[in-house]
């Protein structure tokens, strides 16, 4: 049976790629899975009842999005190609076959994004009085204004590059913007090319006379290339950006000094392998060709760019003073149990020991929940020890700068650091550098394992015994994020869950074969089975039901297992924001399996994993956690999912779900063929309009009961 699958299918707009054949495998490609995630993205820049500045936020996502896509996967597929590495993806596709299924659906998507800003929402931006121009069309006041600025702030710090036998080419940077420039000499047939980098030193948009008007620099510097090649004829420019590889190939177990392996590693990233070129329109072949044989690509590997090049560069517009054109602000609520009574402190010790915290984010405020926990233990004279995880954190991070006041100060800090997070190498390893200064104890990871978990645990002296009281995330210790990223954080004094995390970090900081845990779920040797184990539960059940929440859904085993739960008659319900290689709906395979997407203003980043009959006294049990279900997550990460045992925290846990799964809700599903459907109807809930209401509402009630 074959059907025509489509990455995304949604206001009747498909973007397709090559048949599907329902086989034995019965799993989507990851690679188009996830292009269908950004399709996604792209399409809020097209619904109306998006604000207009947030639809082009959007765009710049999507591209930001598509630019690591090519700088992690699609060099990674082409590595196994120039390797000659045979071996089929899941669904049965070679490297080769993979990569020419994201060309077709990247052309697609492209194209897409392109008639969005040029045919939707320039003309809807100039309606309200934003407008990007270019030079020709600019009016005398504004040139001379453009000039004036070319000539002070721009030329200084150009600097052109010539090619000719005694130049060589030179290296183009990453995701750098560059203008290629052809001229020759006056009578001269010959021509001769040269390379102007657009400097990073000067925004891409120029500001014009007019409030809400502006240029691209690459347009501004074009019109005066007369200026940087004196005495010669400009034949040709072209606007042009490079893609490279950005992953990092780590063999830390023969390295001697893991910090600077990955300093190492850093530097050789500036000089990976071309990926991608982007080009303006226009421009000869003659140049394309140049550039092509250059950088040692393909045709199949240039895409032409008619709209706007480098659309990351549009978050420049959402600095705009215009609060009409964006979503309404949101305080995040400040938790009622962390809050000030009586313009005093609340003894956040004594509330954790009364009973477990759960704060959601961005609804409820990080600082004064997660981040107040580290500020109150640095400084809180009876606490004795801090040990934390750290995977991503700000450049300006309070957290770290309350564990260096903690050791300062005599306490026993303890910081497992990840230097591998990729893209934030080079963050974390100043991080780690002064926290080492302070007198921290860091630990850089493990061999051949990622340390993902996202955990804390404060030791402290009550009454002669040592209370262990512990911060669980489904997201990282990260203030900057907490306002944008949907996280959960579990604060708790329960006993039990002290004594396995300080086991675990004593585990990570120190030796230890395998240890087993109770209460938590450990990879890479304890989540799996454990997983597997509770999947198997509800198939013996008679009412079996499983929820799962997450970013990805990938890894084969687990899928199968699924698919064998929902073959035993377990109602299985998944809420998957990016990839999903699992098919749901096939009769006799999952017909008891849904999956849905929800995005929008948050971006949904929490890993919950619910069991109607999970726990010994056969009732529902609730994980939380850093874990997604990726052969990753499962078997080469340090990962954690803790088992809620507050019942209050559970309910709001399984509230949560259930609003996730509300029929009248924004969000799209996936189809049996590989579409994903979102009802465009009138009226429907926004999840994170909901949240923020019952946050406030909350906040209220707490405020009410205690008046």
């Not at 619904?47 to 630019?67: H, T």
């Not at 001379?144 to 600097?159: E, G, H, N, R, S």
């Not at 347009?219 to 490279?244: C, K, N, W, Y």
Request: hydrophobic residues 40%.
């Amino acid at each position: 049976m074959e059907s025509n699958a489509a990455l995304l299918t949604v206001d009747g707009r498909s973007f397709s790629v090559a048949p599907v054949d329902l086989n034995p495998t019965n799993y989507f490609n990851r690679e188009l899975s996830w292009l269908s995630f950004n399709a996604r993205v792209l399409s809020l820049a097209t619904d109306v009842k998006v604000p207009l500045l947030e639809r082009l936020k959007y765009l710049a996502i999507y591209a930001g999005n598509l630019d690591e896509f090519f700088q992690v996967r699609v060099s990674g597929l082409r590595d196994l190609v120039a390797g000659e590495v045979r071996f089929r993806s899941p669904d049965g596709r070679t490297p080769e076959e993979q990569l020419e299924a994201i060309r077709a659906a990247v052309e697609q998507l492209e194209a897409h994004r392109q008639d969005i800003f040029t045919n939707q929402l320039l003309p809807q931006l100039e309606l309200q009085g934003i407008s990007i121009t270019g030079y020709d069309e600019l009016g005398p006041d504004d040139q001379k204004l453009a000039d004036a600025y070319f000539d002070d702030q721009v030329f200084p710090i150009l600097t052109p590059l010539a090619v000719d036998p005694g130049h060589p080419f030179p290296y183009i940077s990453d995701l750098s913007l560059n203008l290629g420039v052809r001229v020759r000499r006056p009578g001269d047939e010959r021509t001769r090319f040269a390379r102007l980098k657009i400097p990073d030193q000067v925004g891409r948009l120029v500001r014009l006379s007019t409030p809400g008007s502006f240029m691209r620099i690459e347009d501004l510097i074009a019109a005066h290339l007369d200026q940087m090649f004196p005495g010669l004829e400009v034949v040709e420019h072209l606007a042009f950006r490079v893609t490279r590889n950005a992953d990092l190939n780590y063999r830390d177990e023969e390295a001697d000094d893991l910090l600077e392996l990955v300093e190492m590693e850093l530097r050789r990233r500036r000089f990976g392998n071309a990926v991608r070129l982007e080009i303006g329109a226009g421009g000869s072949e003659s140049i394309r060709s140049l550039l092509r044989r250059e950088l040692e690509l393909e045709d199949a590997d240039i895409y032409v760019d008619r709209s706007f090049l480098a659309m990351t560069d549009l978050w420049a517009l959402m600095k705009l003073d215009r609060h009409d054109l964006r979503f309404d602000d949101f305080s995040p609520v400040v938790p009622a149990r962390v809050s000030q009574r009586s313009g005093e402190e609340v003894d956040l010790f004594d509330e954790l020991r009364a009973r477990d915290l759960l704060v959601h984010h961005p609804y409820e405020s990080f600082s004064a929940s997660t981040q107040e926990l580290i500020r109150r233990a640095a400084k809180d004279p009876d606490v004795v020890a801090i040990k934390m995880t750290l995977y991503r954190t700000s450049s300006d991070s309070p957290i770290i700068r309350a564990l260096i006041r903690a050791a300062e100060r005599g306490k026993q800090v303890a910081v497992l650091i990840e230097l591998k997070a990729r893209f934030d190498e080079r963050a974390n390893i100043e991080w780690a550098k002064s926290l080492e200064q302070a007198g921290v104890h860091v630990t850089y990871g493990l061999t051949g394992l990622k340390i993902h978990a996202k955990l804390t645990m404060v030791v402290r002296r009550e009454a002669g015994q040592m209370v262990r009281y512990c911060h669980f995330g489904t997201g990282n210790y990260n203030h900057g994020t907490a306002k944008l990223y949907g996280d959960f954080s579990l604060m708790t004094a329960n006993e039990k869950l002290g004594d396995e995390v300080a086991v675990l970090f004593n585990t990570l900081t120190g030796y230890g074969g395998e240890v087993t845990y109770d209460e938590l779920l450990v990879a890479p040797n304890g989540l799996r089975p454990g997983l597997n184990a509770l999947i198997r539960k509800e198939m013996r059940a008679e009412n079996g039901r499983i929820v799962m929440k997450m970013n990805s859904l990938v890894d084969p085993g687990m899928i199968g297992l699924l698919y064998e739960a929902s073959q035993a008659g377990v109602e299985v319900d998944l809420i998957v924001r990016g990839i999903c290689g699992l098919r749901p709906g096939v009769p006799g395979l999952s017909d008891n399996i849904r999956v849905r997407s929800i995005i929008g203003r948050y971006l949904e980043h929490a890993r919950l994993y619910y069991f109607a009959n999970g726990d010994s006294n056969d009732g529902p049990i609730v994980y939380m956690g850093s874990a997604d279900l990726m052969q990753r997550n499962l078997d080469h990460r340090v990962e954690t999912l803790v088992a809620i045992s507050d019942p209050s925290v559970a309910e709001r846990l399984g509230t949560a779900l259930e609003m996730d799964l509300e029929p009248n809700l924004q969000s799209w599903h996936l189809a049996p063929d590989g579409s994903w459907h979102r009802d465009a109807s009138d009226g429907l809930l926004d999840l994170h309009t909901e949240f923020e209401r019952l946050a406030i509402n909350r906040r209220k009630s707490a405020g009410s009961s205690r008046g």
